[in-house]
């Protein structure tokens, strides 16, 4: 079994009721450029699925690159996500740190047999996505990011 140290964080990531609001303080508190959001693709091309069954969530996501990691913005649009739900149930506040893995169904598979349940998926350019179910353990999610 892989250890934690053979994954690497890529990034933490912020659920937000308002991503404009939120990339004017991430700029004045870290004093740099606001932060250009964006929004993810249309379920047909994002392939999005939450808990088993597709759905039209989508998101706007704002970056802040550090120097050894990268912190997402994240304001749930449309349908049911995991990222609604979050803010529903927790407002404002971090919803997961990201690993960058090879091999997602393996990777996958193995959190799962640790009782860490895939809740969510997708793709995006450049690559795919999952989210484990990991917040009643740990306080946060796990998202496994792999480039295509």
Known sequence: MKQPKDE???QIAVVVADIERACEHYAAVFGIEKPAWFL?????ESQIRYRGQPTPARAKLAFVEFANLTLELIEPVDGP???????????????????GVKGMQQAVDEYEARGVPMVQKGEYPGGRYAYLAAADKLGMDIELLESA
């Open 8 to 10: 690497t964080v890529t």
């Open 40 to 44: 993810t693709e249309e379920a047909d």
């Open 81 to 99: 996500s995991i990222w609604r739900d979050h803010l529903e149930r927790c407002g404002d506040s971090v919803h997961h740190i990201a690993f």
